[in-house]
């Protein structure tokens, strides 16, 4: 694959040891017109914030296209993770870092899935500026001059408080769910497969108040990881509980598994007594064992095999509306593999497709009506030095032009009830239904 011949860019680096509140930085960031695109990701340790792209990488149906500087390229889309990855070491950009999300449905060059929504399926930007946020400071790297971000670090104006404006949902869609989760209960208790996730979504009319959304969901939710991304006609807000996968600069792979689900309660002892369920429950024991049973083995495939453990085996993590089986599986990836061989094999993941996957994608594909577009896919970073952090993009609201979807969906295995799985659904989509704010 050639690359785009323009001299080499640099980063321009600064460091400012007092931290920022994220969302503040974000808002004056925005408000002083900096950023066009961007993206704000965050965990416990740091919050990256990125804005505007250098280059852009974009997969559809049809080709893998990269805009650089003016310049754009168009491959014929065939194996589009490793196409990716080569487009992005191609480019004249020393220690890059893109962002971006890969979408659910790009899964159909590897799988029997043939959705597809009209967007891009994959999308990661090179950013021309980042902020690299820890409890020591700022990292600011920048290929133009700073001037205007430091502009931006010394406004003191108060965050802007947001209402919610839960939006009148139509939930019509009830019976044909559980119409749908009793076929795919029968498929498995016919040995076509052991377990699907099939989900359901609503759509509303409006624009989204990203950043208001963002603001407004992190004060009620927790998360392994949130994000606030705005990519042209493509934006997400959400608060995942579940990594994709991790990759440090020791080459170590993890994934984290969420299977098992039980909703929260207000009431200490009912909220104990559902935690509880997720021990003795037949149905979402079986659902995690399998999940983890399966991420060991593609662990395995990418990894030496004796580096592959399961950490934190059975854990409950809480989050505001439900609670879940965790567990992590990791491995050192093999000499000859890359974070892109890694995703390959964990995308998508388990927890939202099924086992065995490719039968579960069968399934999902026959089942569900609409592509699944960003929901279900990875959204997070990359860099060039093989460190990678993608969280599954659950609980989450998805723009797409003038439409905001939720989407959720629910582990079908034999024993599992429709009514319980719609209503599995409902608690995990109103994480974001609560906490919408529209311009």
Known sequence: MSSIAIQSLVYHELFVPSPKDPQSLLQNLLDIGL???????????????????LANIAVSAETVTCNYMGQSQSYPVTDPLKQVEAVLGSLPIENWTAYGYVGFDITRFYSPYNKAIEQPLLQFFIPETELHITEKGIRIRSVKPLMKIIEALAIDSPLRSYTATPPVVDFADREHYQTQVWKLIQAIQEGKLHKAILSRSVKVKGEMDLLGTYCLGSQSNNSARSYCLHMDNVSAVGFSPEILMTVDRDRKVITNPLAGTRPRSQNLAE???????????????KEHALSVWLAQDEINSVCDSDTVRVFDFMEVKKYRCVQHLSSRVGGELKSDKTLWDALKVLFPGITVSGIDKQSALAWIDRLESEPRGLYAGGIGWVDSQGTADLAI??????????????????????????????????????????NLVLK
């Open 35 to 53: 950023f066009s695109n961007y993206m704000l990701y965050q965990s416990d340790r740091e919050t990256r914030i990125a804005g505007n792209a």
């Open 271 to 285: 909220d104990q007594q559902l935690n509880g369920e997720l021990f003795t429950d037949a149905k979402e024991v």
């Open 393 to 434: 993009a659950i609980r989450s609201a998805y723009q797409y032009d003038d439409c905001i979807y939720f989407n959720a969906g629910a582990g079908i295995v034999s024993e599992s009830v429709p009514e319980t799985e719609y209503l599995e659904s409902v608690n995990k989509m109103n994480t974001m239904l609560t």
